[in-house]
C-alpha cells in the first residue's frame, strides 16, 4: 500500500509540474516581449499594459505557490509544516481551479454540439492554441493537486476525516447563509441565462458561462452539507470533501471575478457579492474546521489522560 501511494504521489507530482512549466515559459515570454500564441494587434497594443503586466506576474506566482505546495504535500517535513498554512495554500488552489476543472470541460463538449466550435468565443488576441494549452494545464494541475492533497490529508487527518464536519453554531448559520446562498445562486443565473447587464460581463460562450453554473453549484453545495447531518455521517470524507470544495470556491471565486473583471471594470452587483460571499464562506469555513477537534470525536470512554493529550487542534 505504501509503494502504491508513494508512487501515485510521483506521478501526481510529475504531472503538476508538466502543468506548470508550459503556462509559466508562456507568461514569463509575454513578460520579456514575446508575441507568442499572440495575434499582431493584442501584442501591439495590449500585452505591455500595466494590468496585464501585474496579471501575468500574479499568475506566475500562483504557479509557482502551486508548485511549491505540491513539494511540500510529498516531502516527509511537510508533515512539520503549520496545518492552517497548509490548509490556506490548499484552499486557494482549490478554490481557484475547482470551477475551471468541473465546468469547462461538459461546457467545451456541449459548446461543441451547439455551436460546432470548442473556443471560448472572444479570445481577446489570443491564438487558440494558447487556449488550449492553458486551460488543459489548468485541469492538469488541478487533478494532480487535488490526488497529493487527498493522499495528504487521509496520512495527516485519518482520524478527523472519519468523522462528518460539525455544523457552525445557528448564529453564525444565519450571519453567513445569506451571502453564499444568493452569490451562488446569482452564478447560477448568470450560468444559465447569460451575464446580461449585472454580470460578469465578456462571458457570453457556453464554456465561459458553464464555469459559473459550477461556481455557484459547489458553492450551494459547500453551505449546505454541515447542515445535514443524516446524509454527512454516511459519507463522512465525502461530506468533508464536498464542504472544503465548495466553500473555498464560493471564498475564491469572487475576488478572482472582481480582479479578472472584462476591461478591468467589475460590475457594482459582482463585486458587491463577491466581497460578502468571500467574508461569509470564509468565517463559515473556519467555523466548521475550529469544530473539527479530536476531543469532539473521541470515544465517550476515553481517559481523562487521552483526551488530554490530542488537545491540540486537528488542523495543526
Not at 513539494?71 to 481557484?96: N, Y
Not at 490529508?153 to 485519518?158: F, H, L, M
Request: aromatic letters at 6%; glycine letters at 12%; one cysteine or more.
Amino acid at each position: 500500500m505504501k509503494t502504491s501511494s508513494a508512487r501515485l504521489r510521483m506521478v501526481a507530482f510529475s504531472a503538476v509540474i508538466l502543468a506548470v512549466l508550459p503556462y509559466v515559459t508562456l507568461k514569463v515570454m509575454w513578460l520579456m516581449g514575446s508575441t507568442l500564441g499572440l495575434t499582431p494587434g493584442l501584442a501591439s497594443n495590449h500585452m505591455q499594459d500595466p494590468r496585464l503586466v501585474v496579471g501575468n506576474a500574479i499568475t506566475i506566482g500562483l504557479e509557482i505557490i502551486a508548485l511549491g505546495l505540491a513539494v511540500a504535500l510529498i516531502k516527509p517535513w511537510g508533515r512539520r509544516v503549520p496545518g492552517w498554512l497548509v490548509l490556506l495554500t490548499a484552499g486557494g488552489a482549490t478554490g481557484l481551479l475547482a470551477p475551471v476543472l468541473l465546468g469547462l470541460p461538459p461546457g467545451l463538449i456541449l459548446q461543441l454540439l451547439v455551436d460546432g466550435t470548442m473556443t471560448t468565443g472572444d479570445e481577446g488576441g489570443i491564438r487558440q492554441w494558447v487556449f488550449i494549452v492553458v486551460y488543459s494545464s489548468f485541469g492538469l494541475l488541478a487533478m494532480a493537486l487535488a490526488c497529493l492533497f487527498a493522499i495528504y490529508a487521509g496520512d495527516r487527518w485519518r482520524r478527523l476525516l472519519s468523522h462528518q464536519p460539525q455544523r457552525p453554531p445557528l448564529r453564525l448559520v444565519l450571519a453567513c447563509s445569506p451571502g453564499i446562498v444568493v452569490f451562488g445562486t446569482a452564478m447560477i443565473s448568470w450560468g444559465v441565462t447569460g451575464p446580461g447587464d449585472t454580470g460578469p460581463q465578456g462571458l457570453t460562450s457556453i464554456a465561459q458561462r458553464t464555469p459559473l453554473i459550477a461556481t455557484g453549484i459547489l458553492a450551494l453545495l459547500g453551505w449546505a452539507v454541515p447542515l445535514l447531518p443524516k446524509l454527512m455521517s454516511l459519507h463522512p470524507r465525502a461530506a468533508w470533501l464536498a464542504m472544503w470544495t465548495g466553500v473555498a470556491t464560493a471564498a475564491l471565486q469572487g475576488p478572482a471575478h472582481i480582479l479578472l473583471a472584462h476591461g478591468g471594470i467589475g460590475e457594482p452587483i459582482v463585486t458587491t457579492l463577491a466581497i460578502i460571499a468571500t467574508l461569509s464562506a470564509s468565517v463559515y469555513g473556519l467555523s466548521v474546521l475550529s469544530r473539527a477537534h479530536p476531543a469532539r470525536v473521541l470515544p465517550t470512554n476515553d481517559t481523562a489522560g487521552q483526551t488530554s493529550s490530542t488537545a491540540a487542534p486537528a488542523i495543526g
